[in-house]
């Protein structure tokens, strides 16, 4: 059985930083295995975040996080990392990673979710 799990959401202030796991179990991140984070707020649509190759070599960001997100994969661990800094009020919103099948990013289907977690940016 396919899952993937978040975790590492939590409240935290303007300007502070967080990192989101994903955990992989069911499949191995070693064969083409495109990961992504999405986002949504409350009354906004889901939008993509960011994007990690199967190699790990590629990544993309939205305009709205470059420069203050990262992603990373360690296979090993059958997790993705996504570091977010200098984090703002308008990047509160549920976050989910997925997967997809492929090598380069976007993945044309994200056929597996996770179920979600919440990130609060507040004072």
């Known amino acids: 059985q396919y899952q993937l799990v978040e975790s590492g959401g939590d409240l935290v202030q303007p300007g502070g930083s967080l990192r989101l796991s994903c955990v992989v179990s069911g499949f191995s991140l070693d064969y083409y295995i495109v990961i992504a984070w999405f986002r949504q707020a409350p009354g906004k649509e889901r939008e993509g975040v960011s994007c990690?190759?199967?190699?790990?070599?590629?990544?993309v960001y939205s305009d709205s996080v470059k420069g203050r997100f990262t992603i990373s994969r360690d296979n090993a661990k059958n997790t993705v990392y996504l570091q977010m800094n200098s984090l703002k009020p308008e990047d509160t919103a549920v976050y989910y990673c997925?997967?997809?099948?492929?090598?380069?990013?976007?993945?044309?289907?994200?056929?597996?979710w996770g179920q979600g977690t919440q990130v609060t940016v507040s004072s």
């Open positions: 990690v190759s199967s190699s790990g070599f590629t990544t």
């Open positions: 997925a997967a997809g099948h492929g090598s380069d990013c976007p993945a044309q289907i994200y056929d597996y």
